[in-house]
């Protein structure tokens, strides 16, 4: 999570209205929560990154490049070539509510088009993406953090972020189930049969093969706006636990919100974890036995009993769950039984495959957040 609550921007009130006195742009401006992100930026810059303050100019006017364009760059950080100054990076600020979602990238990517420069990036001051364009291969590579001002300069020292690429079985692998679950492990454990160990690496295939993306679909419910691949996370829960491993990242809209939803499966369980603005856990652990994936014909179906804890509180009677799950989704829900889906897996599955049960699974973690709020105000 990329914070800058640490920056503190002095304000200064002219009749009962708030400014900031933007020393870049050497002049007031009005206090809004775009600005304040866009002041605390630069301050990262100046102060973090080592940027000098010459070299930095903020609402760049793009028609300095560009005859008649009327676009402005929010920080543009320049570099001096044959004495002449250069757009090194470009940085698109939003207020903390709006998500970094492809709207924003493709405002960033207008910018690029004409300043050319060798780094973009954006962040709404709780989030920041950013990426390297590579020249040889006319592309942008996403980098773990912005990198010193020198070591730009010097196009050295960057972390580049390499998705998380899943290789599968091979069909005759499923014939040697001792070496299914030494590859697998620990994403699958002892606790099941030999038959629903193989559908659960069937559906671990699925999940974590990102040949197809899973994106601008979904039900009544939620929108997935963009599939961002595996990545390596970590995730805590109500109990204090950590839990590492590989998660599928989706960008969720849900009720005009945005949340990052990570997708996993590890030790037995398929973990479902929620970020936005103010939160960061496992909303759903769900262990994975005969009870809960239980054999139909042609197929699995995945139950869960509602069962949920909230932090100090401890356990959430499971009739509170239920009923609020049949008032916001019922179709989930039947004799008393969360039912996320039904899972008809062969070994060349991709994750549109399963679309239906990925809805469901977001939507029941979701829920499940509300119904934590609504029993800690009470």
Request: a negative charge.
């Amino acid at each position: 999570m990329f914070n800058l609550d640490k920056y503190k921007i002095d304000k200064i009130k002219i009749k009962g209205e708030e400014f900031i006195d933007c020393k870049s742009r050497k002049k007031l401006i009005k206090v809004t929560p775009e600005e304040e992100v866009r002041q605390k930026v630069i301050e990262f810059l100046q102060k973090e990154i080592n940027v000098p303050e010459k070299m930095l100019e903020v609402e760049f006017p793009l028609s300095r490049i560009e005859s008649g364009n009327k676009l402005r760059a929010d920080i543009v950080v320049f570099e001096e070539i044959d004495n002449k100054k250069t757009p090194l990076l470009v940085i698109e600020c939003k207020e903390p509510k709006i998500p970094l979602c492809n709207g924003v990238y493709e405002q960033l990517r207008e910018y690029d088009e004409v300043l050319e420069p060798k780094y973009i990036a954006m962040t709404n001051g709780i989030d920041i993406y950013i990426e390297k364009y590579k020249e040889d291969d006319n592309e942008f590579l996403k980098l773990e953090k912005i990198p010193k001002y020198s070591d730009m300069l010097l196009n050295k020292g960057q972390e580049i972020i390499k998705e998380q690429k899943w290789i599968r079985c091979n069909e005759e692998d499923y014939n040697d189930i001792e070496f299914l679950l030494e590859c697998y492990y620990p994403l699958i454990t002892e606790h099941i049969d030999d038959k629903e160990k193989i559908e659960i690496i069937k559906f671990i295939d699925s999940l974590y093969d990102t040949s197809v993306r899973l994106e601008n679909c979904g039900n009544d419910l939620i929108y997935i706006e963009k599939d961002n691949g595996n990545l390596n996370k970590s995730f805590g829960n109500s109990s204090g636990d950590g839990w590492n491993g590989l998660y599928r990242i989706f960008l969720v809209k849900y009720k005009e919100n945005y949340y990052t939803i990570s997708l996993g499966i590890n030790f037995g369980y398929i973990l479902v974890g929620i970020e936005d603005n103010t939160i960061k856990h496992h909303s759903l652990q769900l262990r994975l036995t005969k009870s809960t994936f239980k054999k139909i014909k042609n197929g699995y179906q995945v139950i869960h009993s509602g069962r949920m804890t909230v932090g100090n509180k401890g356990s959430v009677k499971n009739q509170i769950v239920l009923d609020y799950i049949k008032e916001k989704c019922p179709r989930i829900l039947n004799d008393n039984r969360i039912i996320l889906g039904d899972l008809k897996l062969d070994k060349d599955s991709k994750i549109t495959d399963i679309k239906d049960f990925i809805f469901n699974l977001i939507e029941y973690s979701l829920l499940r957040d509300e119904i934590r709020e609504i029993e800690k105000q009470s």
